[in-house]
Nanobody, 127 residues
Framework: EVQLVESGGGLVQTGGSLRLSCAAS????????IGWFRQVPGKEREGISC????????YYLDSVKGRFTISTDGAKTTVYLQMNNLTPEDTAVYYC????????????????????WGQGTQVTVSS
């Protein structure tokens, strides 16, 4: 069973930065895609950035390009999301998600498959 444990959320002012971490375990496949979604009340969860383990190819939602950076550790079992120049519109619960197998980063972030989910971490950006 895939387990995903997020950390790093919190409160930050507009223009500030946060880094989210997600520790992943339980994969039975050598390859997987892992990434970040966010959700605000009343809206659908959206994939904002994902990365494919085998080739480190990435996907970014247009609204976060140039501000957010996804990366992994050397073992590629922890994924980070560095978020810079945050705005109140980035306020949401952020979820780590992953799907094993030969899936692309875009596949995961578009929600086309059957992903596993972390418990979520709140990010609040004050104006």
């Amino acid at each position: 069973e895939v387990q995903l444990v997020e950390s790093g959320g919190g409160l930050v002012q507009t223009g500030g930065s946060l880094r989210l971490s997600c520790a992943a375990s339980g994969f039975t496949s050598n390859d997987f895609a892992i990434g970040w979604f966010r959700q605000v009340p009343g809206k659908e969860r959206e994939g904002i950035s994902c990365i494919k383990r085998s080739d480190s190819s990435t996907y970014y939602l247009d609204s976060v390009k140039g501000r957010f950076t996804i990366s992994t550790d050397g073992a590629k079992t922890t994924v980070y999301l560095q978020m810079n120049n945050l705005t109140p519109e980035d306020t949401a619960v952020y979820y780590c998600s992953a799907e094993a197998g030969y899936v692309t980063a875009e596949w995961l972030c578009q929600g086309w498959g059957s992903a596993s989910w972390g418990q979520g971490t709140q990010v609040t950006v004050s104006s």
